[in-house]
């Protein structure tokens, strides 16, 4: 890399949802200068190492009456703010992933006529992404479905993009999990889901003692989290390799934000669903749904499954390995490999884009 070398500024932040994908495609861009626009106290301040950092204060539109204004006063502060960043920078090109940095991140390079480039992983766009995708190079989008939310859009379905990690076979050594043995793998999202795993526990004994194994991964926020104990049961907080979790894994419970889904699809995962209840405009039961219409995962809504309808279902799938190898094989077809790739392509075609 040079000086000459193309100038990419991402604006992403706040979940793993928005950063993965984003950190992916900067990886696949190595020959160009990048720089990142955040927001203050947001998980970027962890996730983000190898690149210049830049914090914006920024806000969702949720408030209403006076703080509302308030939110405007800092929308609008924000997009001067990086206008201003952007013409210092000399920014070539802005990729983003949504958010609220996205709002300011794509009004400012329309004002300074920079090629934008937006990825939206779900399947219904948030609201950043429906209100100004019309002035936006290129709308990369994580479900197909998401085009009907965009029809002003110039979009293009690429999947969502994972980590390297998730491409190659990874090692599983941290669980003494005898080869052959079934695995189910419990996924509450990035802080767990106490009432999931209050579920999970409730009926996990009869899929343990009938020889099964389950890793559970229970967040940080359950004060019951090591209630449960049996051999063939491992809680943790968290795990790094969730690759090689999810290589390993025979089936997946699991909310569907996203980028999970992406995971579970290039792995080849079968998995039961349970959407988080409180997602913005119910759009993890949507993401869910292309899982469910793809017969590659089952869908329950939370406030509907109970202990002996999960117990029952586990226990049907785990006796019926030919439909968990189709589900798997269905997954797969939801997934683009090398998105991340693709997304860089858009990135280096929109160079020379004038809006």
Known sequence: MSETSPRLCIAASGTGGHLFPALAVAECLSDWQIDWIGVPGRLEQSLVTGYPLHVVNV?????????????????????????????????DVVFTTGGYIGAPAILAARWCGIPV????????????????????TRVAIGFEMAAKSLPKAKTIWISTPVRETFLSPQNL???????????????????????????VRDCAKTWLDAGAYLVHLTGDRDPDAD???HPHY????????????????NLAI?????????????????????PYPFAAEDHQYYNALAFKEAEAALIYRQNQLTPEILEEEISHLLNSPDRLTKMAENANTLAVADSAEQLGELVKNSLNTIH
């Open 254 to 274: 699991s909310r569907s934000g996203a980028g999970t889904l992406t995971e579970l699809a290039v792995t080849k995962t079968p998995a039961i669903l349970i």
């Open 59 to 91: 806000e969702g539109f949720q408030s209403r009456g006076l703080k509302s204004l308030f939110v405007l006063y800092r929308l609008i502060s924000a997009i001067f703010k990086v206008r201003k960043l952007f013409k210092q920078l000399k920014t």
């Open 117 to 136: 480039i937006v990825h939206e992983s779900n399947a219904i766009p948030g609201k950043v992404t429906k209100l100004l995708a019309p002035f936006c």
């Open 227 to 229: 209630s449960f104990q």
């Open 234 to 249: 491992f809680a943790r907080p968290f795990y790094n390799n969730i690759a090689g979790l999810l290589q390993r894994a």
């Open 173 to 199: 050594d941290d669980f003494p999990i005898p080869e052959g043995a079934p695995l189910i793998v419990v996924m509450g999202g990035s802080q767990g889901a106490v009432s999931l795993n209050q579920l």
